[in-house]
């Protein structure tokens, strides 16, 4: 094999790899097994939470809420949701707004169905009582240094 077929075949298999990996299609075919309930709420955690609540509108029918927290590089509109785009991965505020958000969606709910990808933990800080968030800050900071 040349360099340049070896190079060919790395990229294929790159390529398949990311269309592997990609959260859409993993969402839309589990939900296509296993339907959710009409009305349920869609809450998506994670960088990957924007193309998640993609694929979950289209299997609920009349969500009650939608909420979706990622990253500010993957955040973008989506009608009828509310959308947090905070920080990762040293937590901050908005993420604190968001993790509010998703506790009062959840003692409304029904139905929830939860869509959890890679860097919820900073993306979705909710410190224990008598914890701030600059305490959780400092923890993230330190375990980054």
């Known amino acids: 094999m040349t360099p340049d077929e070896m190079r060919d075949a790395a990229l294929e298999i790159f390529k398949a790899g990311v269309a592997a ?25 994670g960088k990957a939470a924007m193309r998640m609540a993609e694929a979950a509108r289209a299997h609920v029918a009349d969500p009650a809420e939608i909420i979706v927290v ?3 590089e993957n955040a973008g509109e989506m009608e009828g949701a509310q959308v947090f785009a905070s920080a990762q991965p040293v937590p901050d505020a908005v993420g ?5 958000a998703v506790e009062a969606a959840l003692g409304r709910a029904k139905s929830v169905l ?23 800050i400092a923890v993230y900071e330190r375990l980054l240094a």
């Open 21 to 45: 990996a990609d959260p859409f299609k993993a969402v839309e075919t589990a939900l296509s097994a296993t339907p959710p309930k009409a009305g349920a709420t869609i809450i998506a955690v």
């Open 114 to 136: 939860a869509l959890i990808s890679g860097g919820g933990s900073a993306l979705l800080p909710a410190p224990a009582k008598g914890l701030t968030l600059q305490d959780i």
């Open 96 to 100: 604190l707004e968001a993790a509010d």
């Open 70 to 72: 990622t990253n500010p």
